[in-house]
């Protein structure tokens, strides 16, 4: 049985960014409960020398949609990295997760060989579509997912394990 590059990357995407979704639900609730300025959160870093809470979304959206695109053979979107409030941040993996809905299986499965370029000069990354995928796309996009859960679990979310997996 072969594994398809669809299987393993749109599913996936969309697990873990509905989770994301239903954790900022949670979030925006707990600053109420609280009495906590959102931006308090929205702002936090787990050390100074991290992104914040804020980015830590916007590029775990990025990756899905890059990684998406890219397998798919087709122009990543640009967005552009706005989002002041958990509802603009819940917006922005729902759009993201209509993105990679939309794009077609058939173009992402057999991309396993397909060329990938990531950055530009110095930055610039090589990759088969399988590389990419399982070497730089899923790794930065749980790095970046985590990392939120880890902001607010850190800052008393009352959220475990089952709220980060979320439903499959």
């Not at 990392?147 to 800052?155: C, E, P, S, V």
């Amino acid at each position: 049985m072969t594994l398809s590059i669809y299987s393993a990357s749109i599913p996936v995407f969309k697990q873990i960014l509905g989770s994301l979704s239903a954790i900022l639900d949670k979030a925006e609730s707990h600053a109420a409960d609280k009495k906590i300025d959102p931006n308090a959160l929205l702002g936090f870093r787990l050390f100074p020398d991290m992104l914040p809470f804020v980015r830590q979304i916007q590029i775990a959206t990025d990756f899905a949609k890059g990684c998406g695109a890219r397998l798919a053979g087709q122009e990543v979107p640009a967005y552009e990295d706005s989002e002041q409030s958990f509802a603009e941040l819940k917006a922005r993996i729902a759009k993201t997760i209509a993105f990679i809905e939309a794009l077609p299986q058939a173009a992402i499965d057999g991309s396993e060989t397909r060329a990938i370029t990531t950055g530009s000069g110095e930055k610039t990354k090589h990759f088969t579509g399988q590389s990419y995928l399982f070497h730089y796309a899923l790794p930065h996009f749980f790095f970046h997912a985590t990392t939120a859960y880890d902001i607010l679990r850190h800052n008393g979310l009352d959220i475990g394990k089952k709220d980060f997996i979320g439903s499959y």
